[in-house]
């Protein structure tokens, strides 16, 4: 499924669309997904990741008897997942404390001003390091990671393997009791074991950031409809689409013996929805 992802916004889905439409000598709009509204793009598409990957979050301490409201938080990265992870964080009543790019880390213990990080990276395309120049109660680690910063819930969102064994344990030692996974296999294998020793809700990323993917399909079935949702019908999909994902991981790892376990949950969910395909299409 054709769509952006580190580097790839809609500017560069743009170029991409425009070529393939001058090549084909078609406008065949579901080739492509993140594209902008304007022609043919899904509302919610640059939020989804980073709302879905909060979704499955909070469909994770519901099911534990909590929610988000009141829990602080830290989001890595800076970019269009965190953003808008960020975002859906602060409007279900959780403080985001901390995010950072690869030059290091802003901490906010008053809450992060997520206008002044989306000026500083989507229109002015600057370093977070910046924000504290506009917030002076705001502390800039160069070269620093948001792990060690005290926290109820955690969403790694920049890049694969930022989160090893030791700062899990930091992590934990300072009472996180959720992590979610907005980015691709952010947390390393050291890292994942922590957690799972630790017994807290964690959420890996091939279910956890399902929400991308989610939503571009949700654009090409828009596309080949010739409709367009409004922007909360689409996110009321996403999060329906999310809940279903979560019950799948978090229903089938209680039936195979380790309830709460959504790296099992997902991992046997995702295989069996395949062999079924399989089976069922004669292919063994």
Request: net charge neutral; charged share 20%.
């Amino acid at each position: 499924m054709p769509a952006g992802d580190i580097g790839v916004g809609g500017r560069e889905i743009g170029y991409l669309f425009g070529q393939y439409k001058r090549i084909t000598n078609r406008y065949e709009s579901g080739v492509l997904t993140g594209k902008s509204p304007k022609w043919g793009g899904a509302l919610v598409r640059r939020e989804s990741t980073g709302y879905g990957a909060v979704f499955f979050v909070e469909e994770m301490l519901k099911a534990r008897g909590a929610g988000l409201d009141g829990k602080t938080c830290v989001v890595s990265g800076s970019g269009n997942v965190a953003i808008y992870a960020i975002e859906k964080l602060h409007a279900l009543g959780a403080k985001v404390v901390a995010c950072s790019d690869s030059n290091g880390v802003i901490y906010h213990a008053g809450g992060i001003r997520l206008d002044t990080v989306k000026r500083l990276k989507e229109l002015e395309r600057r370093r977070i390091r910046h924000y504290a120049d506009e917030h002076p109660d705001a502390k800039y680690i160069e070269g620093g990671h948001v792990w060690g910063i005290p926290c109820q819930v955690a969403l790694p969102c920049a890049t694969q393997n930022e989160l090893d064994e030791k700062a899990a344990r930091s992590l934990v030692a300072n009472g996180c009791i959720a992590v979610g996974e907005g980015a691709n296999m952010p947390t390393t294998p050291g890292g994942v074991k922590v957690f799972q020793e630790a017994g807290i809700a964690y959420g890996p990323g091939k279910a956890a950031n399902a929400g991308g993917v989610a939503t571009s399909a949700l654009e090409m079935q828009q596309n080949a409809s010739r409709d367009a949702w409004s922007f909360e019908h689409t996110e009321e999909k996403l999060r329906e689409i999310i809940r279903g994902i979560h019950n799948d991981c978090y229903e089938t790892a209680a039936e195979f013996g380790s309830p709460g376990n959504y790296v099992i949950g997902s991992n046997i969910a995702g295989f069996r929805r395949v062999a079924e395909a399989m089976l069922a299409f004669g292919i063994i």
